[in-house]
């Protein structure tokens, strides 16, 4: 593999589980100097000693990203361990499933908490840090629910909508220090929380629902995250990348449709 982050420091939100762990291995193989960050500790801890078992360079802090001085701490602890991040992998995220009707404020409250404020605050103290060194990528995880309207999400979507916009924001703010900022949006990737989510009737109707017919793997959203980390993305900002099999993109699939006559 060829190592398009060498010598960059990453930091990795979420790296406990899920895809945040799958893109700690990514950047591993790829080069990168990793800080992993998570409010689970014995996971992240896991991880990190997985990856430098590997002969990878990483060191794990615990983290809840919904708390500024936690968030100052991890950029503080990145700095001290390997020197100033260039890279930041905002992944740590929370879910949120029930009909509008029946969606609790302090639901939504949650939501807007952590995947908008913990990925606003976790941006804004390492661009800090990047303006100064000039360059800098950024990529945020949102979902395919800030792009449908899929049931029982509006907390989770207002959410992850937010991310999307604010990454636009960004990215034009943050151009002139040379800092790019992407999102991308997931469909159904194999993690230990849609597994959890995921009964007989849900999997089914995902299935039906996404053009290439399974759900993805947390290494097929890690080789995209590396793609917009790297300079092989370096003229591109700004941008939503949809992870997800065709999932947004599919309009009406009839099987054997006939032609009209
Ligand atoms: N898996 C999917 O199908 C899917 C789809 C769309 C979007 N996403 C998004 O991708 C990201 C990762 O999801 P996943 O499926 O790997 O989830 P996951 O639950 O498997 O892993 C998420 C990790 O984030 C950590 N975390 C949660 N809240 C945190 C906080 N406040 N501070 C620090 N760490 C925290 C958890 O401890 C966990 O290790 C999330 O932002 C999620 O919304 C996932």
Known sequence: MTERLAGRIAIITGGGDGIGAATAR???????????????????QAVCEEIVAKGGKAAAIRTDISSLKEIQAMLAFAAKTF????????????????HFLETPLEMLDTMLEVNVKGTFMCAQEAAREMAKLGRGAIV????????????????YA???GGIDAMTRVMAVDLAQFGIRVNSIAPGPIDTPRIRKQHNEERSQAWLR???LARIGEPEEVASVAAFLASDDAS?????????????????????????RT
């Open 140 to 155: 945020n995880v949102s979902s395919h629910s800030s792009l449908l309207g899929s049931t029982g999400r509006s907390a």
């Open 83 to 98: 020197g100033p991040a260039e890279i930041l992998v905002n992944n740590a995220g929370v879910g949120s499933q029930k």
């Open 26 to 44: 990514r950047f591993s193989k790829e080069g990168a100097t990793l800080i992993l960050a998570d409010k689970d500790e014995a996971n992240v």
């Open 235 to 259: 003229y591109v900002t700004g941008q939503t990348i949809a992870v997800d099999g065709g999932f947004t993109i599919a309009g009406l699939r009839v099987k054997n449709l006939e032609p």
């Open 209 to 211: 629902a996404v053009p």
């Open 158 to 160: 207002a959410s992850k």
